[in-house]
Nanobody, 131 residues
């Protein structure tokens, strides 16, 4: 079993920055891929950024150039640096991990941001951006 705990959310003004962290506890293979998702009130959960075991990354178009995902495998910690935040970034942010090493979406470059890819989820941390 893997437990994921997010932190770092808060309230900022537009143009500000936040850094989210997600600590994984329990046994998690270093080959796991991880990602950040978000869900705004009344909207579906969407993928924001993902990172694989080789540190390859993928971003939603809406955050490219503003958000950076990274991981510290030694500390079992995932990060999301969010710069130039906009009111539309307001949402609950969730950390997710995929420990199923079989490629269930072969040849699909967008799969790293699919909800269905991930089998472990954190409880979320709230990010609120005011204009």
């Amino acid at each position: 079993q893997v437990q994921l705990q997010e932190s770092g959310g808060g309230s900022v003004q537009a143009g500000g920055s936040l850094r989210l962290s997600c600590v994984a506890s329990g046994y998690m293979t270093t080959r796991a891929s991880m990602a950040w998702f978000r869900q705004a009130p009344g909207k579906e959960r969407e993928g924001v950024a993902a990172i694989d075991s080789d540190s390859g990354t993928n971003y939603a178009d809406s955050v490219k150039g503003r958000f950076t995902i990274s991981r510290d495998k030694a500390q079992n910690t995932l990060y999301l640096q969010m710069n130039n935040l906009k009111p539309e970034d307001t949402a609950m942010y969730y950390c997710a991990a995929n420990t199923i090493l079989v490629d269930r979406f072969p040849g699909d470059p967008a799969a790293s941001l699919y909800i269905a890819k991930y089998n472990y989820w954190g409880q979320g941390t709230q990010v609120t951006v005011s204009s």
